[in-house]
């Protein structure tokens, strides 16, 4: 009879399991073990899995109500202060500890464990528990959430140190670009893309395809798998919206900048602008087009001999390339065109890149340029001479103008 009873308890315990609260289950298993009798505490505990105290408790506060509505006050379960204490309300310092840990401060600290590691969850739950707070990484992980942490990464807003005249030059470019704009005269901004693997290689970023088929490509970045490098170095027309991208297979050098400017002007420039006389160009004061660098001041040169344009140059202070309109007028969308897509062969870059549009009417056109670049060539003092370069009154080192020879 006990065996059936047993049996019974259970079969009814565990249909009514999925509808019932902790209160409620604990109210059942008393009116269970009461309906038995002498002995029904520990019968019901044994059928249900429930401990004997619950079972008492149940029927305690089955006793006390004499029938009324259990239902407590306010939808309680439990009554108040009932239940586990939080382990911060028994540990009083292991908040403390663990803002310590985590604070900046201590990543400068040479006795810090965490001096030269990460922070994560279960290095601090370590760390903790060395301490002496009895702990996990998942409780460290909600205790950092309650306190308004939350992982976060760098964020480039630093610029270092400025030039005492930088402001004084972004607004002279700014008004030289509205001269030439308004006078109709063409104006560019240069700059050199990032260079990039050409093979089966990962591209950062993500796009759609079929669920849990990712495309394969190489685990190791290593240039000997694939077809060598490229260098992007692109041409965006500020009036236009419109630019060119040469795709570079050789060195970044002040020549191969100038033909990349050169093939723009031949290929779209000059169709825009047939009535050109002057040429406005914006670029960085380092690299290939570098505010220093003699070669581009030759090459230039050559190519004001060769269109008879007067081409007048306004570099950005050092340290403020991202100031540069090409940098988030043009590269940015390029790199959001072929984000996930591995970068497999010389045409694929090049229609990546020409396909690249906006919703503001940017067009890109693109070709390959396969000449060789040496490095290292010397400019002598008689050939930077021969430079028919003006320096305007406001930093000549920054703004410039070259006029053709003849």
């Known amino acids: 009879t006990i065996c059936m009873n047993t049996e019974h308890i259970q079969e009814r315990f565990e249909l009514f399991k999925p509808f019932l609260n902790e209160r409620q289950r604990r109210i059942l298993a008393a009116i269970e073990a009461q309906i038995l009798g002498y002995g029904g505490i520990a019968l019901v505990a044994r059928a249900t899995g429930l401990s004997r105290n619950t079972v008492v408790a149940g029927g305690i506060e089955l006793k006390a109500r004499k029938g009324a509505d259990v239902t407590p006050e306010g939808g309680r379960i439990r009554r108040p202060g009932g239940g586990r204490k939080r382990t911060v309300q028994k540990d009083l310092t292991l908040g403390g500890d663990l803002e310590y840990l985590i604070e900046p401060v201590t990543r400068g600290d040479p006795e810090s464990a965490l001096r030269w590691t990460c922070k994560s969850v279960r290095r601090l739950a370590e760390e903790l528990k060395q301490m002496g707070h009895e702990t996990s990484h998942r409780m460290v992980a909600e205790l950092l959430d309650q306190m308004g942490y939350s992982l976060q990464a760098n964020r480039k807003t630093m610029e270092g140190r400025s030039h005492p005249d930088r402001d004084a030059q972004f607004q002279y470019i700014h008004q030289k670009v509205k001269k030439f704009q308004k006078q109709g005269q063409p104006v560019i901004s240069v700059d050199t893309k990032k260079k990039e693997l050409v093979g089966h290689f990962k591209n950062q970023g993500r796009e759609w395809r079929p669920k849990d088929n990712p495309e394969e490509v190489l685990i190791y ?89 007067s081409v007048s140059v306004c570099h950005f202070p050092p340290g403020t390339s991202k100031w540069n309109k090409i940098e988030h007028r043009l590269f940015s969308f390029i790199s959001q065109n072929w984000r996930g897509k591995p970068l497999i062969s010389h045409e694929v870059i090049v229609k990546l890149i020409a396909a690249t549009t906006t919703k503001t009417g940017l067009k890109v056109e693109c070709g390959v340029d396969s000449n060789g670049y040496p490095q290292g060539i010397k400019v002598t003092d008689k050939e930077l001479r021969a430079v028919n370069l003006t320096k305007d009154a406001f930093h000549g080192e920054w703004n410039y103008t070259i006029k053709p020879n003849h």
Request: aromatic share 12%; hydrophobic share 35%; proline share 2%.
């Open 221 to 309: 970045d290593f240039q000997a798998l694939g077809s060598g490098k490229v260098t992007p170095y692109g041409v965006y027309d500020l009036s236009q919206n419109k630019g060119w991208v040469s795709v570079g297979v050789d060195h970044d050098t002040a020549a191969f900048a100038v033909e990349s400017i050169r093939r723009w002007w031949n290929t779209m420039g000059c169709q825009v602008y047939p009535q050109a006389k002057r040429l406005l160009i914006t670029a960085d004061s380092g690299g290939s087009n570098g505010a220093r660098v003699k070669l581009w001041k030759t090459e230039l040169q050559r190519f004001t001999n060769e269109t008879g344009l």
